[in-house]
């Protein structure tokens, strides 16, 4: 479950309020809806599914958790550190202030049973990269962004990290 997952990193974060599961307690902000990079609309991060906590330094942070046993294979072939995933987490680095928009401020982690975690977008990630392992996060992408839709997002975590530039904001 959700507060599962959170429960189990909530030992490595700092937080100044923990809002568990329930709506509208102020960890993200309240009914602001999110934007894909694309400037689409995309979620209303203030809701009752995902736990949510704010950290010491500001940053709002969810979780989900996938199915309860780890056994999500998200990877892109046998052996994958992404074969068996718990959850993922995102982070609103700079929490309540906007732009409030996947690949800007807002960045996705996977959890896995080994304890890693991973970018969305890494190489592995076979939902929110190219089969040529270049992660979805491009405004322009009509190949599809990460969410169901082009130019998402998601991936941008893993593009960040892999060329440590946001660039792609250019």
């Not at 934007?35 to 995902?50: C, F, H």
Request: some cysteine; glycine content about 18%; overall charge negative.
């Amino acid at each position: 479950g959700h507060q599962q997952v959170w429960d189990a990193l909530k030992p490595y974060f700092k937080t100044v309020k923990d809002c568990g599961t329930a709506a509208g307690q102020g960890c993200f902000a309240l009914g602001v809806m999110y934007k894909l990079l694309n400037g689409k609309d995309y979620s209303v991060y203030d809701n009752g599914n995902s736990a949510k906590s704010v950290l010491l330094d500001g940053a709002a942070i969810y979780t989900n958790g996938f199915n309860g046993n780890c056994a999500r294979d998200i990877g892109r072939g046998n052996n994958s550190v992404l074969e068996n995933s718990c959850g993922h987490f995102g982070i609103d680095i700079n929490g309540q202030k906007g732009p409030n928009q996947l690949g800007r401020d807002f960045f996705h982690w996977y959890i896995t049973k080994s304890g890693q975690v991973v970018p969305c977008g890494g190489l592995d990630d076979h939902f929110y990269t190219a089969a040529d392992g270049t992660p979805h996060c491009d405004p322009g992408d009509t190949a599809g962004g990460g969410t169901g839709d082009p130019g998402g997002g998601i991936g941008c975590a893993g593009y960040v990290m892999m060329n440590n530039s946001a660039d792609y904001l250019d």
